[in-house]
């Protein structure tokens, strides 16, 4: 785990995530502007650092109604703007990124922090960044393959040496800066089946399992199929760490914190994947055997705690902010974290 | 209440005929809905690339954006090979998953020969089913013997097109009141 900057002695790691939407507040109807926006997710890694929240990260994803495509320079500002707090993305799309460049940023985003940055990197569910940036999602696969695994070849050697599909070969290319230990944290960004966990296993590094909603019990499956490909492939799944990210948000009773959350994620949902949340399926997630973490602290807290129980995993991140969130409400969250959530968290996954 | 009237084919008149018949009985008995039709023969449509409906451009993007806005849908369609034909399964591989969730689907088919009756019931249904519709149980089901030069001449499917519609008002009527008051109940 130390490659990876996991200490399980110190228990769950908790983190925050945001996908860098722009969404407007449902409530109001109003969309605060990009600009504001940016300084809220900034302001949002801070706070979050000041109650001692683990770690931040933030989305790339190139269409209407988000803010940070250029999620790279988005970190940066947050390295420069904190002094303890891990940072990643979540995710980098690398299909349609060049890998050389993207590690560049990140290292040199690794210095900015001194040693605290990671990358997260997935195929994305949203892909309006293939038109944009001049891919074919025909290559969406292959894509993401290849230069996902020239991203772990640059991270493993100072000098490399390639040939691919999608990129000018690469001959005696020295990539510069290096991060501050060497080497980065990369993790791969899997999302619903458990086919495309194995795919990280068989890849042997670490996983981010992403969940919307649903019982827990379900990603539990994926886990073990991470886990049993990683074997498979030759690697100790006890050297590799598991990261799960998935909806989150907390007030003083689970009929508050829904009632708060369901219409921005309604709405939210409906402007970026066409289709609303069922009330239904909404209303299950308040069940302490559902995935979802809205609700009391104390139910969230109960909840993180099965769900640690049954993935073994060594992260959890949430994310509260998705579609028009008011700061103010981020805010209250971010307060409950601080003096709820994360001391009963480390009290109970920490080893003694 | 938005009722998308869709024609499933670009190969000849029969589908299309008994489409403009329930358009007109929609008209004629609910003035007040909004009542599109789509036929496919008048659209030029990509098949599906895996990606989300909202992600394409062109005719493909209004076809798939008016269908997902529908409350109520009445698909039409022609027999080809023994089962619906591509264009129509195309605009369902274009969709997700739960498509028709929250939305009831009435059907009526045409065909050259009796002995395709079931073809709708073994095959449009189980995808309709799939994606989540409310499906209105009795379907239209009409002939070749039944058209002369674009017009239907049997008062009988007349009369069944004009219960396909009723059917698919009063059932989305309906599953619309009681999800409300359902959705009233929760507490959020």
């Not at chain 1, 969404?23 to 949002?44: F, V």
């Not at chain 2, 499906?135 to 017009?151: A, C, L, M, P």
Request: net charge negative.
């Amino acid at each position: 785990m130390d490659k990876y900057r996991i200490d399980p002695s110190k228990g769950l790691e908790f983190g925050l995530y945001t996908l860098g939407d722009h969404l407007p507040n449902p409530e109001t109807g109003d969309r605060i502007s990009a600009e504001q926006r940016i300084h809220e997710i900034i302001e949002l890694a801070q706070l979050a650092e000041q109650a001692g929240i683990d770690f931040f990260s933030v989305g790339e994803s190139h269409q209407d109604f988000f803010a940070t495509q250029a999620h790279t320079v988005v970190l940066s500002a947050i390295a420069q703007a904190t002094e303890n707090i891990k940072i990643s993305s979540s995710s980098t799309i690398i299909s349609t990124l060049d890998p050389v460049r993207a590690y560049e940023d990140f290292a040199t985003i690794d210095l900015i922090s001194k040693g605290r940055t990671e990358i997260v990197a997935g195929r994305a569910s949203r892909v309006g960044n293939f038109d944009l940036l001049g891919y074919n999602l025909r290559n969406y696969e292959d894509l993401f393959e290849e230069k996902f695994d020239l991203l772990l070849q640059i991270n493993e050697n100072e000098i490399v040496n390639w040939d691919g599909q999608y990129r000018a070969p690469l001959r005696n290319a020295r990539v510069l800066p290096r991060p501050k230990e060497g080497s980065l944290p990369i993790w791969r960004a899997v999302g619903g089946t458990p086919a495309s966990a194995r795919k990280a296993g068989y890849a042997g590094v670490p996983m981010y399992l992403a969940h919307l909603g649903g019982p827990t019990a379900i990603f539990k499956r994926s886990i073990d199929a991470y886990r049993d490909a990683l074997e498979y492939s030759g690697y100790n799944p006890a050297e590799f760490p598991v990261s799960t990210a998935g909806f989150f948000y907390v007030a003083e009773t689970t009929q508050q914190a829904q009632r708060e959350t369901y219409p921005h994620i309604n709405e939210g949902m409906k402007r970026t994947n066409g289709q609303g949340f069922p009330k239904q399926h909404f209303a299950q997630g308040a069940d302490p055997r559902d995935v979802m973490n809205i609700g009391s602290p104390q139910e969230v807290i109960e909840k993180i705690l099965y769900q640690h129980e049954l993935f073994g995993h060594q992260r959890y991140i949430g994310q509260m902010d998705f579609g028009g969130v008011t700061f103010d409400q981020l805010k209250r969250n971010i307060d409950f974290i601080g003096t709820e959530i994360l001391p009963a968290i480390r009290k109970y996954t920490a080893q003694k | 209440m938005k009722i998308v009237a869709l024609s499933g084919s670009r190969v000849g008149s029969k589908t299309r005929t008994a489409i403009d018949y329930t358009i007109k009985a929609l008209n004629d008995k609910y003035p007040d809905h909004e009542v599109t039709l789509i036929d496919l023969a008048d659209y030029d449509i990509q098949f599906s690339d895996g990606r989300n409906y909202m992600e394409y451009e062109g005719d493909t993007k209004y076809v798939t954006q008016t269908v997902m806005e529908a409350d109520a849908l009445i698909i039409g369609t022609p027999i080809f090979q023994a089962s619906i034909p591509a264009t129509l399964k195309n605009i369902f591989d274009l969709l997700p998953v739960n498509a028709f969730r929250n939305k009831v689907v009435g059907m009526l088919g045409t065909a050259g020969s009796p002995k395709h009756y079931l073809i709708l019931e073994n095959q449009l249904k189980p995808i309709l089913g799939y994606m989540k519709a409310q499906i209105v149980q009795s379907y239209v089901f009409i002939e070749e013997e039944d058209f002369q030069r674009k017009e239907i001449i049997n008062d009988d499917v007349l009369f069944r097109i004009d219960r396909l519609v009723e059917d698919t008002v009063i059932l989305a009527d309906t599953y619309q009141r009681i999800r409300e008051e359902k959705d009233a109940q929760y507490d959020f």
